[in-house]
């Protein structure tokens, strides 16, 4: 029979190994891990007003759960839209995290997401957003070019027969939109016109170089006689 003496440092010497085996390493397991394998969202190019959704999975690989507290971005305003209330990841469970990218204007946006949890391994993850956000096609004369369009912008949104590549005609506008109105055409050149004269025979007059009615090419028209 075991005296009460020897059995309480039988005990005694359970206890010490048991709390011997519990080394750093297993205290960490024990305390929860969170694992989070994408790091760098990019939710490329798209129209604003529009949504697009990406999924960032964390998993507890500990033994404990894990609770993230606080989620939160280093912007005021941001087009990356997640739930900021905290929530718990049970072990060997994966909880979804939905971000979404909600643009109301154009531009390029990088910003980060900070998650901040009781894990020992990742108390602070950073994930790293980026998007583009751009115009819809606005074409307001209907030749396919404007702000926004695949085609590229117009320099004058009003008339339709103005775009980037159209053919220059003599009208006084830029129809090609390269920054230049009528070239080609020497407009304001001065010119001579011959005309015939029954008593004088040929008669050469000063002109100047200007648009033809049709605006397909230009001529020489006269100057108006001084009296």
Do not use: W
């Amino acid at each position: 029979m075991i005296s009460s003496g020897k059995k309480n440092a039988f005990v005694l010497l359970i206890l010490f190994v048991g709390l011997s085996a519990c080394s750093p390493e297993s205290l960490v397991s024990i305390k929860g891990e969170l694992e989070a394998n994408i790091l760098v969202v990019d939710f490329g190019r798209q129209e604003i007003s529009t949504s697009q959704v990406e999924i960032v999975p964390l998993r507890s690989v500990g033994l404990r759960p894990v609770s993230i507290n606080a989620l939160s971005v280093d912007a005021e305003e941001s087009p990356f839209k997640f739930s900021k209330k905290g929530f718990e990841v049970k072990p060997g469970q994966t909880h979804n995290l939905r971000i979404r990218f909600e643009p109301n204007q154009s531009g390029i946006f990088t910003q980060v997401l900070a998650l901040e949890n009781d894990s020992n391994n990742s108390p602070n993850i950073s994930i790293h957003l980026s998007g583009e956000a751009y115009n819809p096609c606005s074409d307001a004369d209907g030749d396919g070019f404007g702000d926004g369009c695949a085609a590229g912008p117009d320099c004058d949104d009003t008339n339709g027969r103005t775009y980037p590549g159209q053919i220059e005609r003599c009208n006084n506008r830029d129809d090609n939109c390269d920054g230049n109105i009528d070239e080609g055409f020497a407009l304001g050149e001065a010119c001579n016109v011959a005309i015939a004269n029954d008593s004088a025979g040929l008669c050469v007059l000063e002109g100047i170089m200007q648009c033809t009615f049709d605006e397909e090419s230009s001529s020489c028209s006269l100057l108006p006689v001084e009296d």
